[in-house]
């Protein structure tokens, strides 16, 4: 039984009580006894009634006046206040109810004062800039790395991102986050902004969704700042260093294929270890000639700008290409390879003409590598299979390159793609190999809003399967 409800009986039965005594002094009266003396005594029994209502009254007026006073200290934040009421009075079960949930309240802010003080010396802490907003895309939390990060003076809680930090692209990817409200969408997101002449900043986005998908609020998001600025210098310098150092060593080079050509063709009389000797001078600056070109072309790779998918800055459409005419193309250029091999090309690609959003000299080099690749492995009389299948949604085409040779490990197939990384146990089976082709390829592809990777061949193909994607282009139809 609640306490008011117990406060309501107990009042009821006071009254009645009261009420039965007064009306029954009129029955201890003398039955001789005048009306006007009669009258009197029944006013006296009901002042005497009254008195009593009086003083319950009051005293459940000062219990209540209690319990509306310590209600509201514990609602204004004094955590601490308490009820002392007597013992088995009429607000006891009250009483004890609201000094539990005072306790409880007090301890629930402890914790969290504690733990915000916690987050605030992280926050402090912490090199990287963050910036929380809310849901209506306003700076909520700003920690003093990004206030030192940010090239506006003054405060910068209140304001959008882009009045703290003028970038478009940040600016519209934190529209797009904190404005989908299906929560399909993926909750985070990442980009590279340059803030100030020379300092880029790569920032990671998260949307802060709480709750079930039926009772899901918007609670904004997060942004976490981290200077990649060293980072993108380092690098530049150190492809500015290759791309220097790979075109100085072309002239020596080609003095010394120069010289190894002219005295292999202009003395035929040299002995058969010579010849070797000279063989072996020709054979290894060619290498090494190959080495610097691909070098020079990943130094040209990494100068170009993002493709469509990427995050830096805004490129120029991609021009389109025809697949089958720069596989044919890289074909004619592998096949004195595969024919020392005796190796042969099986090429599956539909007949219908596909057009993809790529460069038609590099997606000819790409197609050119990976042939390379298939044949350099490949055992001698196999086949090298090409692929090509657009997906369902006619958005993009995966084209695959695969042969029967041994196959990469699972625990190496992300690496192939690394500058000058190659499997170890066919190093030295593999003659020729800069190390840097595949590089290349992941490099284009990438570039062109694609992915490459290898998988293990399926079927009558036992070896290796390199695929990558590309965007399809509109047909003019389609466009039109």
């Not at 002094?25 to 003396?37: T, Y």
């Not at 063989?279 to 990943?298: E, F, G, R, Y």
């Not at 080099?365 to 006619?394: C, H, K, M, Y």
């Not at 190659?422 to 840097?436: A, F, I, M, N």
């Amino acid at each position: 039984m609640s306490a008011v409800a117990s406060l309501g009986l107990r009042a009821a039965g006071v009254g009645l009580a009261v009420t039965a005594a007064s009306l029954a002094v009129a029955e201890f009266l003398p039955a001789g006894l005048p009306r006007a003396d009669r009258l009197p005594a029944l006013a006296v029994a009901l002042l005497l009634a009254g008195a009593v209502f009086l003083v319950i009254g009051r005293r459940l007026a000062r219990s209540l006046a209690e319990v509306i006073a310590v209600a509201r200290a514990i609602g204004d934040g004094d955590f601490r206040r308490r009820l002392h009421l007597s013992p088995g009075g009429e607000f006891t079960a009250l009483a004890e109810a609201v000094n539990h949930m005072a306790r409880r309240i007090e301890s629930h802010i402890a914790t969290i004062t504690d733990q915000k003080t916690q987050l605030e010396a992280i926050l402090d802490g912490m090199r990287e800039g963050v910036m929380v907003l809310d849901a209506a895309g306003k700076i909520r939390v700003a920690n003093p790395a990004l206030r030192r990060i940010v090239p506006v003076t003054g405060e910068v809680l209140g304001r959008r991102p882009i009045e703290a930090a003028p970038s478009p692209e940040l600016q519209l990817a934190c529209d797009r986050l904190l404005g989908d409200r299906s929560g399909e969408s993926p909750s985070g997101a990442a980009l590279e902004v340059e803030l100030a002449p020379g300092r880029f900043y790569e920032v990671s986005l998260v949307r802060l969704d709480q709750g079930p998908a039926d009772t899901r609020r918007d609670h904004g998001a997060v942004l976490v700042f981290h200077d990649v600025s060293e980072m993108r210098r380092l690098s530049r310098v150190r492809r500015d260093f290759a791309a220097n150092v790979t075109h100085e060593m072309r002239t020596p080079l080609t003095s010394i294929k120069g010289y190894a050509e002219t005295l292999l063709s202009a003395v035929p009389e040299l002995t058969p270890e010579k010849r070797r000797f000279l063989d072996v001078i020709l054979k290894n600056a060619n290498h090494m000639s190959k080495m610097v070109d691909d070098i020079l072309t990943l130094a040209r790779l990494e100068e170009q700008p993002e493709g469509p998918s990427g995050a830096k800055g805004q490129a120029a459409p991609a021009p389109t290409a025809d697949p089958a005419a720069a596989l044919a193309e890289a074909m004619r250029e592998c096949e004195p390879l595969a024919e020392a091999k005796r190796l042969s090309f099986d090429n599956r690609l539909p007949e219908e003409a596909l057009s993809v959003r790529c460069d038609t000299g590099q997606l000819t080099q790409v197609w050119r590598n990976l042939l390379e690749n298939a044949t350099r492995f490949a055992p001698e009389g196999t086949r090298i299979v090409l692929t090509a299948s657009p997906d369902p949604g006619g958005e993009t085409v995966t084209f695959g390159v695969l042969d029967q040779g041994p196959g990469i490990p699972p625990e190496e197939r992300q690496r192939v793609f690394e500058r000058f990384y190659r499997v170890e146990r066919h190093r030295s089976k593999t003659p020729g190999s800069t190390g840097l082709g595949l590089a290349i390829v992941k490099h284009i592809v990438e570039r062109h809003g694609g992915r490459v990777w290898v998988d293990r061949a399926r079927g009558e193909m036992t070896g290796a399967a390199f695929h990558f994607t590309l965007n399809l282009a509109r047909r003019p139809q389609t466009e039109a």
